[in-house]
């Protein structure tokens, strides 16, 4: 079934009309603070979302994973947690503990893990098909919250503020295959590397996303590289920005001690909005914090420098 923002719109409201939870977080989220940091050509946010303490306090571990029902499972999901279906693969749902004002979770109809190979070009079909949209991908150890089932999340595009400083910023190109292209972004605090390519031309992002994943090292013990995915469309096509990791949160993580902040850093925060459970934490992060974190957890001009003349 192919998907548009009016007919997600309707299914957001009708599942908020029957599902109390989803619909208390959903409105909990109208009343969130918000700050805004300014960084080096990038102007960032800061939410204090009490509810997101259930993600940010995840436990990913293989053990505690193994004890908890998958929550992205069909069989495991809320009675009244309904789904459209798209792409023969993957269920749309809403999200009920969002950030964003529109709030999607996309699993995988089966229970497979949470591992990129092959899924670029199903992404960039998702974002052509939500226009308002942001898709984006956590890696298993770069955010994912269910790094046993694969899902995408997407969410409402004019939420996030990296995409316009990258509007800005010089676009270094890497390769190219027809009409798309892979270039790299290392001007501001957050280096990444960017694909543009027509909407009707995803194999093409995703041949040279797969370029440029060879190119990327995998951590020991990994079975891929660490990274967020963030895709949304343009007035060209569609843009993927592909976000290298190398760290999975701050040295500084924690729930106690002096100096501790409970700040696990997905696509989202990546994205310009950095997502705080605690009021605390909230009251503390200012534009040094998120430069360490940025800094700790994301790689330097040399690091991604280095990863584009690997890219064959």
């Not at 798309?180 to 992002?205: G, M, Q, R």
């Amino acid at each position: 079934m192919r998907l548009n923002a009016d007919k997600i719109a309707e299914f957001i409201d009708s599942q908020i009309a029957v599902w109390p939870q989803a619909a208390g977080n959903f409105e909990a989220l109208k009343g969130v603070r918000v700050k805004e940091v300014n960084l080096p050509g990038w102007t960032v946010k800061v939410q204090f979302n009490p509810a997101r303490i259930v993600s940010s306090s995840a436990k990913v571990d293989a053990k505690s994973l193994k004890e908890r029902k998958c929550f992205l499972c069909g069989a495991n999901r809320p009675e009244v947690q309904e789904g459209i279906e798209w792409g023969g693969r993957y269920t749309v749902l809403i999200n009920p503990f969002p950030i964003f004002p529109r709030h999607l979770t996309i699993p995988d109809n089966t229970h497979t893990d949470q591992l990129i190979t092959d899924r670029i070009a199903d992404m960039v079909r998702l974002a052509s098909e939500l226009e308002e949209y942001t898709v984006f991908y956590n890696g298993p150890r770069c955010g994912a919250s269910a790094p046993d089932h694969m899902h995408f999340q997407a969410g409402n595009s004019d939420f996030l503020t990296l995409a316009p400083a990258l509007e800005d910023a010089e676009l270094k190109t890497v390769a190219t295959d027809g009409d798309a292209s892979l270039a790299l972004v290392d001007s501001l605090p957050l280096k990444v590397f960017v694909i543009d390519t027509p909407a009707d031309e995803p194999e093409a992002a995703e041949r040279l996303f797969d370029r440029l994943y060879k190119a990327i090292p995998v951590p020991e013990g990994e079975k891929e590289p660490m990274m967020n995915l963030l895709c949304y469309p343009t007035p060209a096509g569609v843009r993927l920005v592909v976000i290298p990791r190398k760290r999975h949160r701050p040295s500084f993580y924690g729930t106690e001690g002096e100096g501790t902040m409970l700040l696990s850093p997905a696509s989202v925060d990546m994205g310009g909005v950095f997502i705080t459970p605690l009021e605390k934490d909230f009251n503390a992060l200012d534009a040094d914090l998120i430069l360490k974190i940025l800094d700790e957890l994301c790689l330097s001009s040399a690091e991604i420098n280095e990863i584009a003349s690997n890219v064959k």
